[in-house]
């Protein structure tokens, strides 16, 4: 009796860690996998006449979306095929955060026309018709006393600015910087976008292959289910298994469900960052290099970081325009000489009011700023102290890109150390699942064993898979750090 009870406890110790091992294998995101065996004790399936398919039975051909929910994806053959390069070609042409940072680019070209204009000479013409009381003044509203009379004129005048000791000259410079800086800042945002393309692009990959594994693992598991109910029928197996095997179909079938669901959120994802305001589906594919080993010098990488990233030159450019602006405002306290004359002619006038028809003069003036609260010292002072905090945010700026060059080259290494570990685990897990498979065929292990195996294989095949593809997204990621992003 104690026996028997101990065999029993040890068969529901089985079951139930059977149900963990598959709990914890649904768990994870599945890959493809091998094909299922034949069912155990084939010699005593022979004797009662039971048919079943063979290990080979279920092929990747096989329809894979069986026993689910329809989705509204569109089919593969009416997809349209899209690689990387074309879905950064595509997102700069389409993004509107490019558009947003072209148009402000050609914005700031015109702030620095603006400026650069106080140094060109102001020319303007006016004619001029009055019909009057000849000789009245005007009495009321104004401080003058100008006497009105019934003439008809034109003429016109100008104006040029000498010197101000540097102050426009100063101003002209830094709008040419900030023109600069606003064209970098529109290549970085180019590089932000051709980089977020790159990570949604690999994401809906990787979500596009976990789905067809997800769907491919619900055949498995229907078949693996339908195997253990005929040997139930026979007599061959217990209802625990049965029921062990269609715990697994559920939870095949919950996952099919959620790589459904992450395939087309990374989708939607990806038609965001490509300026798409609709649903499109694409058919991925990867026109990324082999697999390569990143640079070894990451000493060269640092100093081409600093000479090429455009977000560090438009911080540079911007410190730059920060110290013109303040050597600007200091030169406001110093004198403007400018030139400025007149010329026109009275055709209709009073006679003996006007000795002549025309009238012209030119002249220099002088403005010498004496004393107005302070006012251009302070605004000198504060220029002084935001070219200085400008300075030090180029600073912060370049030890963040040293910092992330050397993040991003440690990640690309240890990702491309990966996937040589990871296919060297699938190598391994391929051979562990075939040998359960013999064994389950000759009836020496329990579906505990095959499904411990399968687990193993396909978390290792999730790995390699996964290692490509994050491999190839680092590569990305440092190129971006680097400033080369091709």
């Known amino acids: 009796m104690m026996i028997c009870l101990k065999k029993c406890m040890g068969s529901v110790a089985i079951a139930i ?23 155990p004790a084939s010699q005593l399936l022979a004797q009662t006449g039971v048919q079943l398919s063979g290990a080979n039975s279920v092929s990747a051909t096989t329809t894979p979306r069986q026993n689910q929910t ?39 070209h015109q702030v620095y026309r603006e400026t650069r204009s106080s140094e060109l000479p102001i020319a303007n013409a006016a004619i001029t018709g009055v019909e009057a009381e000849d000789a009245s ?31 426009t000259r100063n101003l002209v410079a830094s709008a040419v910087l900030q023109d600069k800086a606003q064209k970098a800042n529109a290549l970085a945002t180019q590089f932000d976008v051709e980089l977020a393309t790159d990570q949604a692009f690999y994401n809906a990959l990787q979500a596009q292959e976990t789905l067809k594994v997800a769907q491919q693992n619900v055949t498995t598991r229907q078949t693996l289910q339908s195997q253990v109910n005929q040997m ?20 095949a079938k919950l996952l099919s469900l ?23 589906e694409f058919e991925l594919v990867d026109d990324g290099p082999d697999t390569r080993q990143p640079p070894p010098d990451i000493d060269q990488l640092v100093q081409a970081s600093l000479k090429q990233r ?20 200091r030169d406001q306290m110093f004198p403007t000489i400018a030139a400025s004359g007149t ?36 605004q000198a002072k504060e220029a002084s102290l935001r070219a200085q905090a400008a300075s030090e945010q180029t600073r912060d700026l370049r030890d963040r890109i040293v910092r992330d060059v050397r993040t991003a080259w440690l990640t690309a290494n240890t990702s491309y150390q990966r996937v040589s570990v990871t296919a060297e685990l699938l190598k391994e897990a ?57």
């Open 17 to 39: 860690m059977a149900m963990t091992v598959t709990a914890d294998a649904v768990s994870q995101t599945p890959s493809h996998r091998e094909e299922l065996p034949n069912a």
């Open 70 to 108: 329809p989705s509204s994806s569109s089919s593969p053959a009416n997809r349209t095929k899209l690689t990387r390069s074309q879905a950064e070609q595509m997102a700069i042409k389409n993004n509107p955060q490019v558009s947003v940072a072209r148009l402000l680019a050609l914005a700031q």
């Open 137 to 167: 003044r005007i009495s009321a509203g104004s401080l003058t006393a100008s006497r009105l009379f019934t003439h008809a004129g034109a003429g016109g005048g100008f104006s040029q600015l000498l010197t101000d000791f540097g102050k």
């Open 232 to 251: 139930t029928i026979n007599k061959l197996k217990s209802t625990l298994d049965l029921s062990f095997a269609d715990v697994s179909l559920s939870q």
């Open 258 to 280: 959620d790589a459904q669901n992450n395939a087309d959120s990374t989708m939607a994802a990806l038609d965001a960052v490509l300026g798409i305001d609709h649903q499109e």
């Open 310 to 329: 455009p977000d560090l030159q438009a911080t540079q450019f911007s410190q730059q325009a920060a110290e013109k602006f303040s050597h600007a405002q």
């Open 343 to 378: 010329v026109g002619s009275v055709p209709i006038r009073p006679s003996q009011y006007y000795t002549t028809n025309w009238w012209g003069g030119i002249g220099v003036n002088i403005n010498i700023p004496v004393f107005n609260g302070f006012l251009y010292s302070a």
């Open 430 to 486: 391929d051979l562990g699942l075939k040998l359960a498979q013999t064994r389950y065929q000759m009836g020496l292990s329990s579906i505990v064993e095959l499904s411990q195996a399968e687990y193993q294989q396909t978390d290792a095949a999730i790995g390699n898979a996964n290692a490509q593809y994050q491999y190839r997204l680092a590569l990305a990621t440092l190129n971006y750090q680097v400033g080369s992003v091709p």
